[in-house]
């Protein structure tokens, strides 16, 4: 993925509307351990490249407080069940009135992006919105789109 990421977030940073204004970019965190064992987060290389193609604070603004299995075969429930707690705003990171970009790399259901996202609008983002790679049609398995684009607006 390392070497992907400058490509991929060019790619990403293009399918944003250019009229959209966001004052942040957020990656989707990993849970600590998994970081380590992969060596990297995947979201994190894609937010950084977005951040710079946009000229926007990239911020880690929300952690993994739980380590979850992973997602692959479960249903659409048991994935919300999953992520349900997993995520919290980070503390001593203002997101207050901000509208949040949030980047993952790939979307199936969205459980794990709309648990982010519940998490920075319990503090206080005025909009949240979702900017994946690809997004699975879970029907096939397979991937059905690039750049998903996916805004939760202020509630």
């Not at 952690?63 to 999953?82: D, F, I, M, P």
């Not at 001593?92 to 979307?107: A, Q, S």
Request: with cysteine; charged share 25%.
């Amino acid at each position: 993925m390392t070497p992907l990421a400058s490509p991929l977030g060019d790619y990403l940073s293009r399918a944003l509307p250019l009229d959209e204004a966001f004052d942040a970019v957020v990656p989707v965190p990993l849970h600590w351990f998994r970081r380590i064992q992969r060596g990297f987060n995947q979201a994190a290389l894609l937010a950084a490249q977005i951040g710079k193609q946009r000229n926007l604070p990239v911020l880690r603004a929300v952690r993994r407080v739980k380590a979850t299995r992973t997602q692959t075969g479960l249903t659409n429930s048991k994935r919300r069940l999953n992520v349900a707690g997993a995520f919290r705003a980070r503390r001593g990171r203002r997101v207050e009135g901000l509208r949040i970009l949030l980047i993952d790399d790939v979307m199936t259901t969205g459980a794990t992006g709309s648990a982010c996202a519940s998490a920075l609008k319990r503090a206080g983002a005025k909009s949240v919105t979702l900017l994946t790679v690809a997004r699975v049609d879970r029907r096939s398995g397979q991937p059905a789109e690039f750049a998903t684009y996916q805004t939760a607006g202020a509630s």
